[in-house]
Every structure is written in structure tokens, then in C-alpha cells.
């Protein structure tokens, strides 16, 4: 559906130019949204893709190893499309304090949003709701350490910023001038709480993604926390049981589309152009989630049963291999840690689990020798693969 522009320009003076920057206009959309029996159709689809996704949250034996994981994905993904190049090993190298094989700046920026993601959950089941308070928490959280610790974490900006291009002049896309940054969060904040009234929660995180963007009150980290307000919002208004839905990986395959359908809503705005966009990442995504934790619970048990058949070594074999489950590329030492066992038994369970091709050694060393539990690794790695690694 075709409407006026969604918001406002303003003339504004920056980096010795003038520009006109784009203030958006509150949320709701004006006129409504045209849910035509498509767009229904397709939102439907999302919910019930929803609902599965919370289902086999529920059949997990144990959703936090999961969760541990798929978080730490969607930290590479995500940072991916802000153009780092870590992987997901590269992750779990960084986080046994071993050198991973990229820049480290581009792995302190992964291992930063997985700590603004673990924040902001962890206070949202505290209780807090999810404002602009916590949204500048979060962000402090995420810029916390290595790039942009220098663009003023936790607070939102006081100077213009501009999408695309060198300068203001020829970018693609100038968010609101910064002082009128805290009224634009302020009525996004009104509309998360339903005022002026309630909308659901699927079209709810829609919406406001794309307002949070437009606004992009950060100097940096907008794209990142633009993505994690979606996740945020579902399981603090009860959309998800567990935070299992990440859609980095859907924006990242069509990234071209997406920043054409933001713009496509400010200057037209034709919402339900990027609604049955959204809907379809959700299906998507919700989907190829649930092939993933199934493909995890098949290996998991097929494994399981092979160390089971180790007779007196299993119980000890088992305790190693649950610690490689949580972190699947780990020292000798940081399983020792983990699992409390002689350093002498988890020689041996490594070995034992070696021999049954469950673990595969990455190194020659004697000391400090690093293994892996490939085949996890190889399950959750689908989607963050890098070109020429």
C-alpha cells in the first residue's frame, strides 16, 4: 500500500554542508496497516512457525547448551554484516584465551554482543522493561571493548550521523539531527509500552525495527541493536518462551532487499512491502532452527549411546563430553576445569572419545593440545561460513 512519506526532512548544517535529514513519524503507521488475505496468510505462517520453534525449546534436554551456542551464531552473523570476518571458532578460540585466526578486534566485537545480548536478557527476567534506558545499557555493553569503544558507549549521540557515503552530502540515507533524537526514542518507547494503543507482538518488533534504524540514535552498533531489539521484544511481551530466533542470518542472505524495503517505508510508506518481508525471515528462520536443534538432538544421542558403550570409562567420559557439548573446542586444561576430573582421566576420555570419532585434536602440542567437537561445530557453523576458510 502506498502512503506519504512516513516522516519529515529538516534542513541541517553538518560537516560544512547542508542536508536534509529524516525525521520519522511516530508509530503507528498512518493510514493502518492493509493486512490483505497474503499478508495475513504469511503472518499466520510466522506465528505458527513461532509456536514450533517454542515447542522444540521445550523438548531440549537441555535448552541452555543450546541456547549457549545459537547465541554465539548469531553474534558472528550479526557482526558479519557490519563487515568483521570471525567465525564461530574463532569465537570459542578467543573465549579459551587462544589466538584466534582474524584480527582480534574483529572477535572483541563478536564477543561483545554476546555479552549486550546475555545483559539485556538477563535484565529483561530481572524485571526491567525493555526502554531506552536499557537500549543505552545494552549498547554500552556492546561497544564495551576493541572497535567503536571510542564512539561514546551508552549514550545515545549528540552530533549527525549519516548511512552510506563519505560525508552527509552523499550518503544514502541522514537519520534525524540529533536533537530531536530523544523525542523520536521517546515516542518508540510509548509504542513498545502500546500507547497510543496495543499492537501485537510480532507486528510490534516489525515495525520497530525500522523505526529504531530510521533513528539510528548511536554513533555506532545502530545495525546490531536494531537486530537484537527484535529478539529482546519477542521474549519480553511473551512472543518466545527462549530467545531461539535470530533473523541476521535471513537480512544477511538478502541484504540489498532489506535496505531497499527501509527506504521503500520511509519515502512511500509501503510497510506491508516490508511486513511480508519480515514475516517470511521469521518462517524462515524459526524453520531452519528447528532442523537445527533436531540435527543437534540425532548427534547428541548417537553419540551418547557410543560413549555409553565404553563400560567403566563411560561415567567420566561422559562428564568430559557433556563440558564439550557447552564449548566444543576446548583445551585438556579448561576441561580439567570444567569437570573437576584428574587431569590424567581427561587425558584418557579424550582419548576414549577420539578413537570413537566424537572429537577430532586440532593441534600437535603436548601442552595445552586443543580439541573439538567437530560435528557440533559443523551443525551450528551453517550460514557463517567465510569465503576462503
Known amino acids: ?3 506519504e512519506i512516513q516522516g519529515h526532512y529538516v534542513n541541517v548544517s553538518t560537516v560544512d554542508e547542508k542536508v536534509n535529514a529524516f525525521v520519522p513519524a511516530p508509530l503507528p503507521p498512518r493510514p493502518t496497516i492493509d493486512w490483505t488475505p497474503d ?3 504469511k503472518f499466520d505462517q510466522a506465528l505458527l512457525a513461532l509456536g514450533r520453534l517454542d515447542s522444540v525449546s521445550i523438548l531440549l534436554p537441555d535448552t541452555s547448551l543450546f541456547l549457549y551456542m545459537y547465541v554465539r551464531k548469531e553474534a558472528v552473523l550479526s557482526s558479519m554484516i557490519e563487515g568483521t570476518q570471525s567465525s564461530l571458532s574463532d569465537l570459542l578460540l578467543f573465549e579459551l584465551d587462544q589466538e584466534p585466526g582474524v584480527p582480534l578486534d574483529d572477535v572483541q566485537e563478536v564477543s561483545n554482543y554476546v555479552a549486550a ?7 529483561l ?6 526502554s531506552m534506558r536499557l537500549i543505552k545499557e545494552i549498547h554500552g555493553v556492546l561497544l564495551a571493548r576493541g572497535r567503536g569503544s571510542n564512539q561514546t558507549p551508552g549514550e545515545f549521540r549528540r552530533s549527525q550521523n549519516w548511512i552510506g557515503g563519505t560525508r552527509p ?15 523520536c526514542l521517546g515516542k518508540l518507547e510509548l509504542f513498545l509500552h502500546d500507547q497510543p494503543e496495543p499492537t501485537p507482538v510480532l507486528l510490534k518488533a516489525a515495525l520497530a525495527h525500522v523505526q529504531f534504524e530510521t533513528i539510528h540514535p548511536f554513533l555506532d552498533g545502530n545495525g546490531r541493536l536494531g537486530r537484537l531489539l527484535i529478539t529482546l521484544l519477542l521474549c519480553e511481551q511473551k512472543g518466545l518462551k527462549a530467545p531461539m530466533l535470530y533473523l541476521s542470518l535471513y537480512f544477511k542472505s538478502h541484504r540489498q532487499y532489506y535496505y531497499e524495503l527501509l ?12 511486513l511480508e518481508f519480515f514475516a517470511e525471515a521469521v518462517v524462515v528462520t524459526a524453520t531452519h532452527a528447528v532442523e537445527t536443534a533436531q540435527q543437534l538432538l540425532d548427534l547428541l544421542s548417537k553419540d551418547r549411546v557410543k560413549v555409553l558403550g565404553l563400560g567403566r570409562a563411560a561415567a567420566s567420559t561422559l562428564q568430559v563430553y557433556r563440558a564439550l ?31 570413537l570419532g566424537v572429537v577430532r585434536e586440532l593441534t600437535a602440542k603436548r601442552r595445552n593440545r586443543l580439541f573439538s567437537y567437530t560435528s557440533y561445530i559443523d551443525i551450528m557453523n551453517r550460514g557463517t561460513e567465510l569465503p576462503g576458510r
Do not use: S
Request: hydrophobic content about 40%.
Open 169 to 183: 552530502g552523499n550518503a544514502a540515507f541522514v537519520p534525524p539531527p540529533a536533537e530531536q533524537v530523544m523525542e
Open 263 to 274: 527506504n521503500k517505508v520511509r519515502l512511500t510508506g509501503d510497510w506491508e512491502a516490508w
Open 117 to 123: 545480548l546475555k545483559y539485556g536478557l538477563n535484565q
Open 325 to 355: 557439548m557447552e564449548h566444543p573446542i576446548a583445551t585438556a586444561g579448561y576441561l580439567v576445569g570444567k569437570t573437576g576430573i584428574t587431569p590424567a582421566t581427561v587425558n584418557k576420555c579424550l582419548g576414549h572419545l577420539e578413537r
Open 1 to 3: 500500500m502506498k502512503r
Open 39 to 41: 499478508l495475513r496468510n
Open 125 to 130: 527476567a530481572e524485571g526491567f522493561p525493555l
